[in-house]
């Protein structure tokens, strides 16, 4: 409010358009985890996918619904081809890891289109292989393979060392050096039970999140 006031001339009349609203608030995927002292875990991962969704309000309720008939194909060959009864193919990955036991180890999530899958696995890794904190495994590099043997990678004083990406180049990938803690790789929110009960909460730097308890 302040920042749009100060757009406001007291002495005279003026013209304003439209901002861009991509720079405020994405048009994207929205991830929460939530994890109690008796074990409870939950998951959700939510979207209206583009701007607006299908930019229909439902009447007496406030919400928009979503524009998710754009992950069909159209067309009559994919399997993902619209059809009655079905739902289409998404890479939404709300994620609930339980130990061997049955007993609740971690919740976690992500938004990041196609990009889910990759980010949720490694954070996994890191933490379940590596020893991480989910913290650090938020925090840790990414990388991911979009189809067509390009790899997208974060580097900066994080990031992978270049004696890895050098080895992906001769190995024939073409790669993308996606700078540090990019959107692009989403935006994960997760929770670790530790080994004493206490809860551990992450969130990731490379969008809007905040890990909470009470």
């Not at 060959?77 to 061997?100: A, D, F, H, Q, W």
């Not at 289109?113 to 954070?123: H, K, N």
């Not at 700078?179 to 692009?184: A, H, P, T």
Request: hydrophobic share 35%; proline share 4%.
């Amino acid at each position: 409010a302040k920042m749009l006031s100060e757009k406001i001339d007291l002495e005279k009349s003026g013209a304003y358009e439209a901002d861009d609203p991509y720079k405020y608030e994405s048009g994207s995927t929205t991830h929460i985890s939530i994890a109690d002292k008796k074990g409870n875990m939950v998951a959700i991962t939510k979207t209206i996918n583009y701007f607006w969704g299908s930019k229909v309000a439902i009447e007496g309720y406030g919400f928009i619904a979503n524009d998710e008939m754009d992950d069909f194909v159209a067309g009559t060959e994919s399997v993902n081809r619209i059809e009655g009864n079905k739902r289409p193919l998404s890479s939404m990955t709300p994620t609930i890891v339980l130990k061997e036991d049955g007993s609740p180890f971690m919740t976690l999530g992500s938004p990041g289109g196609t990009r889910i899958f990759t980010t949720v696995a490694q954070v996994i890794s890191h933490v379940i292989d590596h020893g991480m904190t989910i913290q650090e495994a938020i925090d840790a590099p990414r990388i991911t393979d979009n189809l067509g043997n390009k790899i997208h990678y974060e580097s900066g004083e994080m990031g992978f060392a270049p004696e890895v990406i050098e080895a992906l180049q001769a190995m024939g990938h073409e790669v993308n050096d996606r700078g540090e803690w990019n959107l692009y790789f989403g935006g994960v929110q997760g929770i670790v039970y530790q080994e004493d009960g206490a809860l551990h909460g992450g969130a990731d730097p490379r969008r809007d999140g905040k890990a909470l308890g009470f």
